[in-house]
């Protein structure tokens, strides 16, 4: 037992031990010391930018962080240029074993350099459309509206369109009217103005733009574009439709869904049509419309 | 509230008033109506944008106050379930008696665009008179507490600046474009600025629209209850795109003996602006 115990202490005094005690506290003291820089850097740069934050954050963390592991190292006897070169021959061959994870960290880097979106945006990645968690090494991570969780890599976000809906303080809404042939095009233009000149939430400037679309099967198409406030979009885009209704109803402006008509030819006799109710008769008259 | 004024004026909406437990008062003002009710544990505001269930008339004029209104007078209000009716519940411990209604500008600029094309020959200045839709402050001055701020007319948005990217969101509101304070009808919910434009340019020069900072005015009242906002003043140089906007301090010349109401929503050390004319839309494509 006594052996032992003087065993312990020589080693506990051993040069070798008290180095090793030192780098321990270098690297502790290199983590504390890169936290606080870089929540120092970041009240002092970034106060509203959460993005610049938390690359500021991130930065000072492992480049002091780094510089103070690399001490500890030599502290405990590594000559750091073999490490290095070492570790040259290392990322070779780690490179190849890990390209995917490498193309992400140098996507990521290209991501923040070249910032298409921040932190709180919200995107649109092939389809997934979200609001910006964090922008990491090597993924974007997304809340969706329904309150998903998605991780998008970053290489992927680099290769794909990404759509970003909150860059621009206003929006468009497009909207497809489509109205019967009978109706007034002239009077339907205005009743769309007046819609858009009620509506509080629509921007009078840029102005509403109504765009004829096309003769469609059973309606003159149009294209009704309004403009809001980015914030407004989704308040805009279910009333206006809503108050077209209500103003084309009052106008007595029809809405037509597809119509069909039965056509027998000329050469064969008409449908017989009759009305419910009616017994005797039955009145040659024009096929009424179908739905379909 | 004051007594109606003896040349006929209407008696302004604005003031303080003491109101009993379970009464209240109805303010019609321009084309909103707002209720204001007090129980022991709160006040209780209801507004309701338009005088009927259609959009609200900007030109709506109306000013009147009624006053007591006993708890069965205001039951229909009270118990409403209308939309287009927004009721809110103030509560305190014990209610002041007294509360205050106060007229502030718009906390957006408001861009004013003319029914007609106005032109400004060089070396020519002329005075405009703009009215804006004012806001209804709600507030207790024993305690000095806000409660609510609500529109008496709700202007249309309008975006207002070079492209759809930098811009600055405003109201938009349409002027008759008066050169004649005689002329301008007397809107109790709306106050006037005289603007004026000069124009030192060589080319005339085409006024389509006005962007006043509105949130940087102060807002006075003159002796007939006519509420008016600093003068402001608009140059246009040939050296420059658009004009330099100056807000001038104290009442307008055109009411040299009106006291001040309210002071500006924003303070800001400079009193120079710069602003355009000319319209943007032409960028816009499809």
């Known amino acids: ?292 | 509230m004051e007594p109606s004024t003896p040349n006929g004026d209407p008696t302004p909406w604005w003031g303080t008033v003491s109101l009993d437990v379970r009464t209240g008062g109805r303010w019609a003002v321009g084309p909103s109506t707002l209720w204001l009710y007090r129980t022991d544990r709160e006040w209780r505001i209801v507004h309701r944008p338009s005088p009927d269930a259609g959009a609200a008339d900007p030109l709506s004029n109306r000013s009147d106050v009624t006053m007591p209104l006993s708890e069965a007078d205001m039951a229909p209000v009270l118990d409403t379930d209308d939309p287009a009716v927004h009721t809110s519940r103030y509560s305190f411990g014990d209610t002041e008696p007294r509360i205050a209604l106060r007229p502030a500008l718009a906390d957006r600029p408001v861009v004013s665009r003319p029914e007609h094309p106005l032109y400004v020959p060089p070396e020519e200045s002329v005075t405009l008179y703009l009215s804006t839709a004012l806001w209804i402050q709600i507030t207790l001055p024993d305690s000095e507490r806000k409660l609510q701020e609500v529109p008496s007319f709700r202007m249309s948005d309008t975006w207002f600046g070079p492209s759809t990217v930098d811009g600055e969101l405003c109201y938009a509101t349409r002027t008759a474009g008066r050169l004649r304070l005689d002329a301008l009808p007397r809107r109790d919910h709306r106050a006037v600025t005289p603007l004026r434009i000069r124009n030192t340019a060589a080319d005339p020069l085409a006024l389509e629209r006005v962007q006043l900072p509105t949130q940087h005015l102060a807002l006075y009242t003159a002796s007939g209850g006519r509420l008016w906002t600093q003068a402001v003043t608009m140059t246009h140089s040939a050296d420059r795109e658009g004009a330099d906007v100056q807000v001038r301090s104290g009442p307008p010349a055109d009411a040299k003996a009106a006291e001040r109401l309210q002071e500006p929503r924003e303070t800001t050390k400079k009193s120079l602006f710069t602003s355009t004319f000319s319209a943007v839309s032409t960028l816009f494509a499809p």
Request: proline share 6%; with cysteine; hydrophobic share 45%.
């Open chain 1, 1 to 292: 037992m006594e052996q032992w115990w003087t065993l312990a202490v020589d080693y506990l005094t051993s040069p070798q031990a008290v180095s090793a005690l030192k780098a321990l506290l270098k690297i502790l003291v290199g983590l504390a010391l890169g936290r606080l820089a870089g929540n120092g850097l970041a009240r002092l740069f970034a106060e509203d930018d959460a993005q610049r934050a938390m690359i500021l954050r991130r930065g000072a963390l492992y480049g002091i962080a780094g510089l103070f592991t690399a001490s500890a190292l030599m502290e405990l006897g590594f000559d750091l240029s073999v490490l290095l070169g070492a570790a040259g021959i290392l990322t070779v061959a780690i490179g190849f074993a890990s390209q995917t994870s490498a193309s992400n960290v140098i996507s990521g880097l290209f991501l923040l350099g070249e910032r298409p979106f921040a932190v709180g945006d919200v995107i649109r990645v092939n389809g997934t459309t979200g609001e910006v968690l964090s922008v990491d090494l090597l993924s974007v991570k997304l809340r969706t509206f329904d309150n998903l969780f998605v991780r998008i890599p970053n290489e992927t976000m680099i290769k794909s369109e990404v759509t970003n809906l909150r860059r621009f303080p206003i929006r468009r809404i497009d909207l497809q009217v489509g109205v019967a042939y009978k109706e007034d095009l002239r009077e339907v233009r205005e009743v769309l103005m007046e819609v858009a000149d009620r509506n509080p939430l629509c921007l009078e400037e840029p102005t509403p733009l109504i765009i004829f679309q096309g003769y469609g099967d059973s309606s003159i198409n149009h294209q009704f574009s309004v403009w809001a406030k980015t914030e407004h979009f989704l308040d805009l885009r279910n009333s206006i439709p809503v108050e077209i209704k209500e103003a084309f109803d009052e106008h007595d402006i029809e809405i037509p869904f597809p119509h069909r008509t039965l056509y027998t030819g000329s050469e064969t006799t008409p449908f017989p049509v009759q009305q419910a109710g009616e017994t005797d008769d039955p009145s040659p008259s024009a096929p009424d419309p179908e739905p379909t």
